[in-house]
């Protein structure tokens, strides 16, 4: 479950620009509840709460009613599988 959000996360920031440096969409912030979030990706949303807790916990993101605001994608990329690097080489 951990990587599924984290790489979720990362193809958002990656779709919207954030990763490459161009932000298309001239913001690091997205509304997307954890309801939402846990239907996407077929978990609890207790789940979702959990792993985005401790995302935030190390700074990579912030949390907040529904409000993501992604804070250091270095970071998240750290958090995440090797799999989101080999998506983002072979649909780049």
């Known amino acids: 479950m951990r990587e599924s959000l984290q ?5 958002i ?6 990763a490459d440096g161009c932000n298309r969409a001239e913001s690091n912030t997205i509304l997307l509840t954890q309801e939402f979030l846990s239907e996407m990706l077929g978990v609890r949303r207790t789940s979702v709460t959990d792993v985005a807790s401790k995302m935030q916990a190390v700074g990579a ?3 907040s009613r529904s409000v993501i605001k992604f ?5 998240l990329r750290n958090m995440s599988c090797e799999c989101y690097e ?3 080489e072979n649909t780049g």
């Not at 790489?7 to 193809?11: E, R």
């Open 13 to 18: 920031t990656s779709r919207l620009g954030f």
């Open 86 to 88: 080999t998506l983002r």
């Open 61 to 63: 993101i912030s949390y």
């Open 71 to 75: 804070i250091d994608l270095g970071k």
């Open 7 to 11: 790489l979720a996360m990362l193809s």
